[in-house]
């Protein structure tokens, strides 16, 4: 199986191939075998298809690519120009029959034409207002770098959009950042969301107003700040984090024990080891979770054990903690989960699986018609992500 995580991918944009074919050096090489004249109609072809897709006329260049593929059914020169013909015409999944198509039973794919359709399909999705994964999609072509995309965010967040801005804020946008910063201070506002998108915004200008509520009177968000104090390396954070030890509250306590965990202090680790033996599943996931940084010798024999829980959520959890060291029991336990009455469970299994599973574009490629409409911007942006 062609493994997607040990291939160093040269990317090469439509134009590079387009002059390659037209001076007869193309960027996929021609078959040695084919005769000279062979190969000198299929370049013809394959020029006179690009210059008819430039200049709008689909239907000649359709054919041409057609063409080109019957010919020569294993050049990747020509199935970039089909696939570019479907991509000219709006549609979710563009070129994706024509790609798999040319594919058949080959085993190597070709990474360059599959990001083309991935890209496409995020920008496609990022395109339609009411799509349930618009943001998902945006965001993934911003992390691209994509500045289209991160425009259209951004003005989503200046306008008040909350979505937008944590979106765009998680990529550590320092706008963003600020815009998710003057939320903090509504009173009356929902904090949390707000809070997780600091913490994923890696931005040290998160700090001062994070640190400010470690005393907020509210318990979740004493907690919220807690751990996104942690996430972002907040090592000035800990005498601030400490006392929190000590709070009349459990969950602030663990979330101070996990926080300072990751911030390589040990002040909470008896707390951790007491919470990782545990008669409660759900608490031993949580501390499993906080000790997933740096795992002690007993860790994995926790997590394998919460894998096959009565609980389909910790199952859930302990499949993506586990994923890094066995992938193999973790994609076991998605498949098990896939089959879920519970559709929260089923969908959020497939995320999992693509974003920390899935080993191959094979397996991203049927993600990719997914019915979950998360599960299929995910597929596309992990492709994306893995050809950079």
Same mark, same amino acid.
């Given at each position: 199986?062609?493994d997607?995580?040990?291939t160093?991918?040269?990317?090469?944009?439509?134009?590079?191939l387009?002059?390659?074919v037209?001076?007869?050096?193309?960027?996929?090489?021609?078959?040695?075998?084919?005769?000279?004249s062979?190969?000198?109609s299929?370049?013809?072809?394959?020029?006179?298809?690009w210059?008819?897709?430039?200049?709008g006329?689909?239907?000649?260049?359709?054919?041409?690519?057609?063409?080109a593929?019957? $010919?020569?059914? =294993?050049n *990747?020169? /020509?199935? #970039? @120009? +089909?696939?570019?013909?479907?991509?000219a015409?709006p549609?979710?999944?563009?070129?994706?029959?024509?790609?798999?198509r040319?594919?058949a039973?080959?085993?190597?794919?070709?990474p360059y034409?599959l990001?083309?359709?991935a890209?496409?399909?995020l920008?496609?999705?990022?395109?339609?207002?009411?799509h349930?994964?618009?943001?998902?999609?945006?965001k993934?072509?911003?992390?691209?770098g994509d500045?289209q995309?991160?425009?259209t965010?951004?003005?989503?967040?200046?306008?008040?959009?909350?979505m937008?801005?944590?979106?765009l804020?998680?990529l550590g946008?320092?706008?963003?950042?600020?815009?998710?910063i003057?939320?903090?201070?509504?009173?009356?506002?929902a904090k949390?969301?707000?809070?997780?998108?600091?913490a994923?915004?890696?931005?040290?200008?998160?700090?001062?107003?994070?640190?400010?509520?470690?005393?907020d009177?509210? $318990?979740?968000t =004493?907690? *919220?700040a /807690?751990? #996104? @104090? +942690?996430?972002?390396?907040?090592?000035q954070a800990?005498?601030q984090?400490?006392p929190?030890?000590?709070?009349?509250v459990f969950?602030v306590?663990?979330?101070?024990?996990?926080?300072?965990?990751?911030?390589?202090?040990?002040?909470?680790?008896?707390?951790?080891?007491?919470?990782m033996?545990?008669?409660?599943?759900?608490?031993?996931?949580g501390?499993?979770e906080?000790?997933?940084?740096?795992?002690?010798?007993?860790?994995q024999?926790?997590v394998?054990?919460?894998?096959?829980?009565?609980?389909?959520?910790v199952?859930?959890?302990?499949?993506?903690?586990?994923?890094?060291?066995?992938p193999?029991l973790?994609?076991?336990?998605?498949?098990?989960?896939?089959g879920?009455?519970?559709p929260a469970?089923?969908?959020?299994?497939?995320?999992v699986?693509?974003?920390?599973?899935?080993?191959?574009?094979?397996?991203?490629?049927?993600?990719?018609r997914?019915?979950?409409?998360?599960a #299929?911007?995910?597929?596309?942006?992990?492709?994306?992500?893995?050809?950079?």
């Amino acid at each position: 199986m062609f493994d997607i995580r040990r291939t160093n991918v040269g990317l090469r944009p439509v134009v590079a191939l387009i002059l390659a074919v037209q001076v007869s050096a193309p960027v996929y090489a021609q078959p040695r075998s084919a005769p000279p004249s062979t190969a000198s109609s299929f370049a013809g072809a394959l020029s006179q298809g690009w210059t008819a897709l430039a200049a709008g006329d689909l239907a000649k260049a359709a054919k041409l690519a057609e063409s080109a593929m019957a $010919e020569q059914p =294993r050049n *990747a020169a /020509a199935v #970039a @120009l +089909g696939v570019e013909v479907d991509l000219a015409r709006p549609g979710s999944l563009a070129g994706l029959s024509t790609y798999e198509r040319w594919l058949a039973g080959r085993k190597i794919e070709d990474p360059y034409v599959l990001r083309r359709i991935a890209s496409e399909h995020l920008r496609w999705v990022g395109q339609q207002s009411t799509h349930p994964a618009r943001l998902e999609a945006a965001k993934a072509l911003a992390a691209d770098g994509d500045p289209q995309a991160a425009a259209t965010l951004l003005k989503g967040a200046v306008a008040g959009g909350q979505m937008e801005a944590r979106a765009l804020a998680s990529l550590g946008d320092p706008q963003s950042v600020e815009i998710i910063i003057g939320q903090l201070q509504v009173p009356e506002g929902a904090k949390l969301g707000a809070i997780n998108a600091l913490a994923e915004s890696g931005s040290k200008l998160a700090i001062p107003p994070l640190l400010r509520l470690l005393g907020d009177i509210r $318990e979740d968000t =004493r907690a *919220a700040a /807690a751990d #996104a @104090l +942690g996430r972002l390396g907040a090592t000035q954070a800990i005498p601030q984090i400490k006392p929190l030890l000590k709070d009349p509250v459990f969950p602030v306590r663990m979330s101070a024990a996990a926080a300072l965990y990751r911030l390589e202090d040990l002040s909470g680790i008896e707390l951790l080891d007491e919470l990782m033996a545990s008669p409660h599943s759900a608490i031993r996931l949580g501390a499993a979770e906080a000790m997933a940084v740096r795992p002690t010798a007993s860790w994995q024999t926790v997590v394998r054990a919460l894998t096959s829980d009565p609980d389909a959520s910790v199952q859930l959890g302990a499949a993506r903690l586990i994923a890094p060291y066995d992938p193999q029991l973790a994609a076991s336990v998605l498949e098990r989960l896939s089959g879920s009455d519970n559709p929260a469970i089923r969908e959020e299994a497939a995320r999992v699986f693509v974003q920390q599973v899935a080993g191959d574009f094979a397996e991203l490629r049927r993600y990719l018609r997914s019915p979950d409409a998360l599960a #299929a911007v995910r597929a596309a942006a992990r492709i994306v992500e893995l050809t950079r």
